[in-house]
């Protein structure tokens, strides 16, 4: 059974920094495309970041590139996402998923998700 736990949410003032995380179990985690997405109240679901099986190749979307940071470590099977330089439209419930197809920023392309971890930025 596959299992992804995202840790690492919490407040934080504009500004600050978080680092999530996002540990896999159930799969051959190296094998499989990691993204983040997000979703605040009252909007849909957003890619944030995805990283592809060897950890080269990275994407963002435009709102957070520079700010933000994917990585994983294969042999933790965990994902990344250092978060500097948060703004108060940040504020989301972040989502870690695991895919086999690409574009990366692609939600429907992911078809396993984790339960998500709470970013709350105050101005």
């Known amino acids: 059974q596959v299992q992804l736990v995202e840790s690492g949410g919490g407040l934080v003032q504009a500004g600050g920094s978080l680092t999530l995380s996002c540990a896999a179990s159930?799969?051959?985690?190296?094998?499989?495309?990691m993204s983040w997405f997000r979703q605040a109240p009252g909007k849909e679901r957003e890619f944030v970041a995805g990283?592809?099986?060897?950890?080269?190749?990275?994407y963002y979307t435009d709102s957070v590139k520079g700010r933000f940071t994917i990585s994983r470590d294969n042999a933790k099977n965990t994902v990344y996402l250092q978060m500097n330089s948060l703004k108060p439209e940040d504020t989301a419930l972040y989502y870690c998923a695991s895919g086999s197809y690409y574009p990366l920023r692609t939600a429907a392309n992911f078809d396993y998700w984790g339960q998500g971890t709470q970013v709350t930025v105050s101005s």
């Open positions: 159930g799969r051959t985690f190296s094998s499989y495309y």
């Open positions: 990283i592809r099986m060897s950890d080269i190749n990275t």
